[in-house]
Every structure is written in structure tokens, then in C-alpha cells.
């Protein structure tokens, strides 16, 4: 199985900082990546397929990038309602994993 | 609007069994490719099945530590996805979400399996 190696598991950020997030996968994935935002008692939601495409209705600020087999999700000047839990998920090849998850709290 | 809705989750005894369903609405159900996800008390996620469309013979894949006593199956008449949990263990304890394609582009609210004695 590919393991998806996310960091940091937690980060405090202000609203004036860029956040970036990322997944290092245990091997080459050739950019089936996602990125998805789980807010407290909800189910988590799609911002970023294929590494580096916005999914609909997901705002600008957020965006998906890949360095050899790392992956990061930026969101640029982050607002409170970006709070919450960020997952990755590689669909490359079966089993589909998911990294840890990192918990984002905006002060 | 695209929605998913599971329905069936509980509290259920070790040993013992729970069928969950997931109906869906807003797209084409029939050639969609539809999985169940799990969210554990500690919040990892952990993929369990995924059923293909009819074009792709319904073909099915599970996790390895689930194959066996999981078992996924789709009514495209009812545009709804179940997950058949047999021989149930305290570890099955989760949220317990379907989800749509490969891509997960959309989850339901999720139905919550509790398994303890």
C-alpha cells in the first residue's frame, strides 16, 4: 500500500500568513492527489483533484502544488473560516489512502 | 444539488452484524463509481470498498483487513450503495461515509457505528 505522509499534524497561523500543508507519498502517484477540508461535525469536502485543479466553488486563496513525490496545499491569506481538518488522499492505485489529517486553527 | 444519505448506523454488539445504505440524488447514479469510508474516533480515515459501474461489470475492491466480513453492492433502480458489515469488532467503530468516483467529490453526512458489549 502507499503510505501518505503528512505534516505538520497541527498549525496555528494568523490571517496574515501562508499556510502550507503537505503529503509525501511513498512512491510516485503521477498526480492522482486530493485535497479535502473537514469542518467540526461535517463530513470532509473536496478543494483540489489531480494535485493542482480547484474543484468547483472552492476559492482562489487555496491552491495545489508537487515536488517530486510531495505534495502541498497552500491557502494564501487564510480567513477564520478556513479552520478545520485538512486530509489528503492519493487514488493512484487500490488501496486509496489518506495522510493523517492537519489540524488548522487561525488565530 | 448532488446528495448522499446513509442511513443504518447504531449500536450493535460484538459479533453481530449492520447493514448500512447511502441514497444518493442529483447525478447519474448508474455510471457512477461509489465507495464507503470510514473515519475512526481519532479522526483517521480509512477507505473500506469501492463498486465500479456496469460498464466495468460492477467490478468490486475492499481493503484487505476488511475483505471477507464487508460486503459492498449497489441497486443502480434506487440509485443507493450499501455496505453489508458481518462479524463486527470493537475497532469497526466509526463514521461511517460514501462517497462518489475515485476523486471523492462528494461525501454524505455520514452514519455513526458504535460496537461495544
Known amino acids: 500500500d502507499i503510505q501518505m505522509t503528512q505534516s505538520p499534524a497541527s498549525l496555528s497561523a494568523s490571517l496574515e500568513e501562508i499556510v502550507t500543508i503537505t503529503c509525501k507519498a511513498s512512491?510516485?502517484?503521477?498526480?492522482?492527489l486530493s485535497w479535502y477540508q473537514q469542518k467540526p461535525g461535517k463530513s470532509p469536502q473536496l478543494l483540489i483533484y489531480?494535485?493542482?485543479s480547484l474543484a468547483d466553488g472552492v476559492p482562489s486563496r487555496f491552491s495545489g502544488s508537487r515536488s517530486g513525490t510531495q505534495y502541498s496545499l497552500k491557502i494564501s491569506r487564510p480567513q477564520v473560516d478556513d479552520s478545520g481538518i485538512y486530509y489528503c488522499l492519493q487514488s493512484y492505485s487500490t488501496p486509496p489512502t489518506f495522510g493523517g489529517g492537519t489540524k488548522l486553527e487561525l488565530k | 444539488e448532488v446528495q448522499l444519505v446513509e442511513t443504518g448506523g447504531g449500536l450493535v454488539q460484538p459479533g453481530n452484524s449492520l447493514k448500512l445504505s447511502c441514497a444518493t440524488s442529483?447525478?447519474?447514479?448508474?455510471?457512477?463509481?461509489m465507495n464507503w469510508i470510514r473515519q475512526t474516533p481519532g479522526k483517521r480515515l480509512e477507505w473500506l470498498a469501492q463498486?465500479?459501474?456496469?460498464?466495468?461489470?460492477?467490478?468490486?475492491s475492499y481493503l484487505e483487513s476488511v475483505k471477507g466480513r464487508f460486503t459492498i453492492s449497489r441497486d443502480d433502480s434506487k440509485s443507493s450503495v450499501y455496505l453489508q458489515m458481518n462479524n463486527l469488532k470493537e475497532e469497526d467503530t466509526a463514521i461511517y461515509y460514501c462517497t462518489r468516483g475515485d476523486v471523492m467529490d462528494a461525501w454524505g453526512q455520514g452514519a455513526s457505528v458504535t460496537v461495544s458489549s
Open positions: 463498486i465500479e459501474d456496469k460498464s466495468n461489470n460492477y467490478f468490486i
Open positions: 489531480d494535485a493542482t
Open positions: 512512491q510516485g502517484i503521477d498526480d492522482y
Open positions: 442529483g447525478f447519474t447514479f448508474s455510471t457512477a463509481w
